[in-house]
């Protein structure tokens, strides 16, 4: 069946950087763009934009565009969310979501950015 | 960007009740919204696509419509699984945006 398994929770200082996994298997991963959408502890759905996996073309929505990377290891059916110089407010679980529609989400990776 | 706003923010609703969800686009975005299901420390599950098209498995007491602007998400006899965070999604223009949510709660 279709599955995205995400890499497990980081806790981690402001201004560090992280890496986070979304591994594919069940389907062919080219097959579908990659989706990322952030959820800020107690709130809402954020969309925080996509990956081309047949390109590798990243595209990110306005409020992602500084310090937030997506790649891809096609060879191994995995999509990554890199954010840099890590602030308070990306606490946060992120998701990642192949679609659209979004039909197979991640678990979703709880980040904890704390000094 | 496209503001999709949901309404109500939340809802008391009883087991069996016919529930009535509404988003609104900011713009015309055609068909293109989802609905999304989300219980507390899961991920999101989609409901519906193409504003209208049910995901394989979800139950026929789930139903979508709408077209522009005006957006519907009917459970038509609530069960207590329903109890979730229900979310709209447009993806009509770039970049896709999310309603705020609706929680469903028991009376």
Redesign the interface.
Known sequence: QIQLVQSGPELKKPGESLKISCKASGYTFTDYAM?W?KQAPGK????M?WINTQTGKP?Y??DFKERFVFSLETSASTAYLQINNLKNEDTATY?C?SG????Y????TLVTVSS | ?TVMTQSPTSMSTSIGERVTLNCKASQSVGINV?W?Q?TPGQ????LI??ASNR?TGVPDRFTGSGFGRDFTLTISNMEAEDLA?Y?C?Q?GS????????TKLELK
């Open positions: 989706q959408v809402g759905l954020q969309y934009g595209t929505a306005d998701f979501a659209p529609p979004f039909a989400w991640g678990q979703g | 960007e989802d999304y989300q991920s999101p599950k989609l696509y193409g995901h965070v979310y999604l993806y770039i970049p896709p945006t999310f309603g705020g949510g």
